[in-house]
Every structure is written in C-alpha cells, then in structure tokens.
C-alpha cells in the first residue's frame, strides 16, 4: 500500500515560510535533509517540504515556476473545534491572510480557510 510521505511547496523564502508552519502548528525539522534550497518539516502523519525556486530547473520544471492562482489546498487537521478558534488569530499573527473566519461546514467539520505569507491557500480544520 502506498502512502504519502511529502507535500512540497516551492516557496520563495524557504526558511522564512518552513518557520511560520513550524511555529502556528508546532512542526518539526528535520535537520538531516536541510540544504540551501530545501526544509523538511515533520507533521506526525507526514512531512511538508519547502522548496526554493532553484528546485524547479532541478525537477525539469522550470516551464511551469510561474503558475499562479491556487495550486492545492493544504489542510492542517487539530484535536478539537477550540483549536481551530486558537491557532486562526496565532496563524494571523505571524503573517498569514483570514480569507474565511471558523464555521461549521456542511460536512460536520469546523475549519477556516487561510493564506500563508506567501498566498498558499490552507485550512485548519477539526472533524466533528
């Protein structure tokens, strides 16, 4: 069975980015695989990379290195619907944008929607 071990974001200031989801969720480095154009953030489940725009001629990608609009939906899932109230204005604090204030979804979850410093779009999210 495969499983997901990474999601990688090509961000312009790796450390700057990989430093705010480090400090809003608490996340942890992982200083064996830091280079000068790549952080790794371990999640419990899985692990967020931030990779420089170097990384794009490296993966043949240099084609696409000026997409634009949103790419992905990152979704941070917490322990309880007060989390979600917690870290939103903490998220907020440390530069990211509220696009959409804590609600109950349809779906039975509670969430908000959020950009990162650098417009990445992402939830924080509790499953009711």
């Known amino acids: 069975m495969a499983k997901l071990s990474y999601v990688?974001?090509?961000?312009?200031d790796i450390v700057a980015l990989?430093?705010?989801?480090?400090?809003?969720?608490?996340?942890?480095?992982?200083?064996?695989?830091?280079?000068?154009?790549?952080?790794?953030?371990?999640?419990?489940l899985s692990c967020l990379g931030f990779n420089a725009p170097e990384a794009y001629g490296l993966l043949k990608l240099a084609d696409h290195a000026d997409a634009t609009g949103v790419k992905f939906l990152l979704n941070?899932?917490?322990d309880t619907a007060e989390d979600v109230d917690r870290l939103t204005p903490i998220a907020v604090s440390k530069g990211a944008k509220l696009v959409k204030e804590p609600y109950k979804t349809y779906?039975?979850?509670y969430q908000s929607v959020l950009l990162d410093p650098?417009?990445?779009v992402f939830r924080i999210n509790k499953m009711l």
Request: glycine fraction near 10%.
């Open 76 to 78: 941070i899932d917490v």
């Open 18 to 44: 990989s430093g705010f989801y480090k400090e809003v969720f608490d996340f942890m480095e992982i200083p064996e695989i830091r280079s000068p154009i790549f952080v790794g953030l371990n999640t419990g």
């Open 8 to 12: 990688n974001i090509f961000a312009q």
């Open 107 to 109: 779906y039975n979850w």
């Open 118 to 120: 650098e417009g990445n």
